[in-house]
Each structure stands twice: as C-alpha cells, then as structure tokens.
C-alpha cells in the first residue's frame, strides 16, 4: 500500500507554476528524498500533501485519506517538520510538547507518556524545564522533531532536518531517522545534503516545478552515467585514455591526473582484458576499483540538463 | 470546544512571561485608577470652577461640579481601555506566533480554524474585560469615597454603565478583529500598535463629544451605540475569520 499518492498534482501562485503535474506513489515504510533546488516548489508541494494549502489541480492521497475531502483526518495522521523549528522560546521544552501533544487529540495523560519518551529518546529529559527560547539550534531541531512524532504518525514530513546542525547533532538526527525507518514509518525528506539523502533514501525525487527523476539512488547513479571501473596509475592517466579507448566495448575513458574512469556495460567480466591492456601498453597500475557516481553528480546533471532545456524552450 | 481551553492555556502562559505585554496590560488601567484619585483628593478643592460644561453634570454645585468634570473625564478612559489592552495582546499573539514561525506547526495540526481563532480572541478579550471591569470597579469606588454623594451618581450614570458593561467587551471585540487584519500585513508587534491606534478615534471622537458639552451619554444613547456595535463587531470578527485561513495565513501573510 501506498502512503501518499498524487496524480497530476498541481499548484499556482497566479501566473507562476510551483508544482507542476505531480504524479508519485511512494509505498509505506519508504524513506523519500526530495530534492530540487531552491524555489523548486518543494515546500509548497509538503504543505499540500500536509493539507495545509490546497491545489489548484490535480488529487492526492495521504495515509489512506484523500486531501481536500478529509484534511483533518490526513493533519492528524502526519507528523511535521518545517522549515524552521516554530518552538515557543517563552514556553518550557516540556509545555511546548505538552500543548502539541493535545493538539493532536492526545488526552493530558497520553500526551505526558509521549512527552518523555520523545524527550529522554532524544536526550532533552535533563532540559525539559528549561525555556525553549535559551535552547541551542540543534536542540530546538530535536524538540521539534519529537513534536512531529508525538501522536505516532506513520508518515512524517522533514522539511531539511539537519540543516545548519553540527555534525554530531546531524549524525544523531540522521540516526533518528533510521530508527524511524525501521518502525516502518514513511518518511518524506526535503534536503539539499545529497550524501545525506544518498544515505537515508530509499526513493529520490529530483523535483523543479515537476518531478524530473524518480528512481532509488543506485539506479539513478546507474542509469545517468552508467557502470564503470576506476583505475589508478603512476604518473599521468591521460597518456593511456587512447590504449583504453581501441577495447571495442569501452563507451567511454576520462582521465584525470592519475586516474581513469572508464565506462563499460559490464565491469566484472571487461575488467581483466582493461587491465591487460593496460599493463601491455606499459602502464603502472596501482589499484581498480569500481567507479561510483556521487548522487550530487546525478542531481546537479539532471537539474543543469533541466534548467538547459527551459532555457533553449 | 476543548481545544479552545487548550490554546487559551498556552496563550495564558506566554503572556505570563512577557514582562513587557504585563506592562501594557497591567500600567493603563493602573494609571487610570492612581491619577484621579490624586487630582480628586489633592486638586480639586472648587476653588476653580472648570469651564467644561457637561450637560450631565447640571445642578451641582461648584466644588462637586469640578469633582465631576475630573471624574467624566476619567470615567471615558476605561471604554477607551477595552480596546487599548486587547489589541495589545492580539498583536503579541498573532505577530508574535508569525515572527517566531510557530504559526505553520499549529496550523498543521488538528485544529479547526474556529478553535485556532476562538483561542486567541478570548486570550486578548478575557483579560481586557477583566481588567477594565475591576479597574473601571476601583474607579467608580473611589468616587464613592473621595467625592461628594452627588457626584456618584452624576458621573456613573445608567448610559456609562450599559457602556461600561456591555460595550467594553463588544469595543474589545472590534479591537481584536481589526487587529487581526493589522497582523495579516505586518511583521512587528510595533507597527500592528500604531495601526491599530487608529481604531479609538471614533471614541475619542464621542468622548470629547461629552466633555465639549455637546453630546450626554444617556441610556438611550448608550444602548444604540451598543446596537451599532453588534452588527460592527460581527462582521470585523467574520472578516478576520475570513484572514485566518490556513490558505491565506500561509501564501499570502506578509
């Protein structure tokens, strides 16, 4: 079963398209990725599928409820992390979870066992009656995400939640996530860190003001640029591109300094003829290994290949 | 309707923890009910005759008429009260949750737009209410004790109590809708202030009206101002019902 599904979704700001013809399905239990770049329409399309603006056209439907019909029921069936935290900075860390709590329908009691089970799980217990407003950003980042889980949602939304933490604060929410994923719940994840969404995702959409790629991040490397095998020499790696490049199956050879990548079909069997070629042209090879493309070049190939084709249009 | 007390709750206790919005609240009506005292106990011994002429006050003598120009005077502050606190409160509620960005987390909860809206009326008008009711009380107290038996009664007349009474919370009501439209399209709890200064003029107007001597807060006067004020409060509250939709709050608050 599906946890959000959208045909064609859509949405205008007058004359301006910030989500355009959005079809996806995304199966319970799967971590999303998605990613575009500024102003591609990302928290636009989060705030209606967390029925909180409408679209102008198109359907979808979120944790079994279709938005526009049951929007109270999807708001109480998702968890969410904006942008920013949105904390009471006058309001203790325990009555700012507390009034959510109740927010979402939790009776005081319920709402109080969440509370500490969000707080102790993220290590905040010992500041729980501390004003939020002298709390440090990483600290506000995990109150507000244990706000977005008190009511124990299936699907929760996090709008860029390592965004502007230190790197031990980020391993820890990165973790967290994990945890989440592994009680089953599906996660839509809005980021700009790729290695982070490389990490995390089980599914990634490239989206600028519509979805450009839909793949999991192992097909997206592959299916962009191919397999490959990279091979270390000593001394300069272009002298050898032209040796390489006479092997028939060879699709293609970059060198730089003293490294060659070299695109091929099928690695596993090509890769002792590209080594023997090598060594008979008399090159020094030091290690191959498989070549792997980042999920950043992937992203930035599909985005500028994007913003070229708008451009030519 | 639970979730009302909720929000109530929440707002209750942020306002507890502003120095600053206490202040506001607390001060005015403090000063309201300090300054006449003094002028009545220390100034006012009828020795000047004023040259206001209210026609409420006719058929006093000199030393209560004089008591009684101070005690009209001041007894108009407190319905100009019950719109300054309210919408004192309403701008730190509604800009402080939009300048904090707590505004999109609430809105993606559960709640109802009624019960979002209920909530932070009632946090601006319950405590106004109460605050002009028992000071407007201490005033009307202090004019038992330090004036002349005669002059209660020509200063808290029927038509400044059925103002008193029942305009205050609908004024208070006004305040709050328009300074919900205010906080629509401003950023700063500021601005929204001296925006919304604007909103007393019309009881400014009456007041000086009163004190000129040529305009006498009667009952029937006063409950036509009260009928005037229903449908007008009505329709500013439905119009910043119509402001504080998710839709609207989200792509189109400044």
Redesign the interface.
């Known amino acids: 079963m599906n946890s959000i599904e959208t045909n064609h979704l859509t949405r205008s700001?007058g004359k301006l398209v910030a989500v355009d013809d959005l079809s996806l399905a995304i199966p319970e239990g799967t971590v999303f990725g998605f990613l575009g770049p500024n102003g591609a329409g990302k928290t636009t399309t989060v705030?209606m599928l967390?029925a909180?603006?409408?679209p102008t056209s198109g359907s979808a439907v979120i944790a079994g409820y279709q938005l526009g019909e049951h929007n109270?029921?999807i708001?109480?069936s998702?968890g969410?992390l904006?942008e920013?935290?949105?904390?009471?900075?006058?309001?203790s860390a325990w009555?700012n979870l507390m009034?959510?709590g109740?927010?979402?329908?939790l009776s005081r009691e319920k709402a109080s066992t969440q509370v500490e089970r969000y707080l102790r799980l993220l290590d905040l217990w010992d500041r729980r009656g501390d004003?939020v407003g002298g709390f440090s950003k990483g600290m506000r980042q995990k109150l507000?995400i244990a706000?977005a889980l008190l009511h124990e949602p299936k699907m929760i939304f996090l709008d860029e939640p390592t965004s502007g933490l230190d790197p031990e604060t980020a391993k820890v929410v990165r973790d967290f996530i994990k945890v989440l994923r592994a009680e089953g719940r599906t996660i839509f994840l809005t980021t700009h860190n790729l290695p982070e969404a490389d990490e995390l995702c089980d599914l990634i959409g490239v989206f600028r003001s519509r979805l450009l790629r839909l793949d999991t991040p192992a097909n997206l490397r592959n299916s962009m640029f191919g397999s490959g095998t990279r091979v270390r020499v000593i001394g300069d790696a272009a002298r050898w591109v032209k040796s390489v490049r006479a092997l028939a199956f060879v699709q293609q050879v970059t060198a730089s300094e003293n490294i060659l990548t070299i695109s091929l079909p099928h690695p596993d069997e090509q890769n002792p003829e590209v080594v023997r070629k090598l060594v008979s042209a008399g090159a020094d090879i030091c290690a191959v290994e498989p070549a792997s493309h980042s999920l950043e070049e992937v992203y930035l190939e599909l985005v500028e290949n994007e913003h070229e084709t708008v451009t030519a249009g | 309707m639970h979730k009302v007390f909720i929000i109530l709750r929440k707002e209750f206790s942020e306002i507890l923890q502003q120095r600053v919005l206490l202040y506001s609240v607390f001060l005015p009506p403090l000063l309201f009910d300090i300054i006449p005292l003094l002028i009545l106990h220390l100034g006012s011994n009828g020795t000047h005759g004023s040259s206001i002429r209210i026609p409420s006050l006719q058929g006093l003598t000199l030393y209560e008429y004089t008591q009684g120009v101070i005690g009209t005077e001041f007894s108009n502050f407190y319905i100009l009260l019950s719109m300054i606190v309210p919408s004192t409160i309403a701008a730190y509620s509604i800009i402080g949750e939009k300048s904090n960005r707590t505004l999109e987390p609430l809105l993606a909860t559960p709640v109802q737009r009624w019960q979002l809206l209920s909530g932070k009326i009632l946090a601006a008008l319950l405590p106004s209410i109460l605050v002009t009711w028992v000071s407007g009380s201490v005033f009307v107290a202090e004019l038992a004790i330090f004036t002349d038996a005669n002059v209660v009664s020509h200063v808290v007349t029927g038509g400044w109590l059925i103002l008193f009474i029942s305009g205050t919370p609908l004024l208070g009501l006004v305040a709050v809708s328009i300074m919900t439209a205010i906080s629509s399209q401003v950023n700063d709890t500021r601005t929204a202030q001296q925006l919304s200064i604007w909103a007393v003029v019309p009881i400014i107007g009456i007041i000086l009206g009163e004190l000129s001597g040529k305009f006498e807060l009667t009952v029937s006067i006063a409950v036509v101002f009260d009928l005037i004020l229903i449908p007008v409060a009505i329709f500013l509250t439905w119009g910043a019902s119509q402001l504080f939709q998710r839709e609207t709050i989200l792509t189109r608050w400044k």
């Open positions: 700001f705030r967390s909180l603006i409408s109270e029921e708001r109480q998702v969410i904006t920013t935290p949105g904390l009471y900075d006058r309001l009555d009034f959510f109740e927010m979402y329908n004003k507000a706000r």
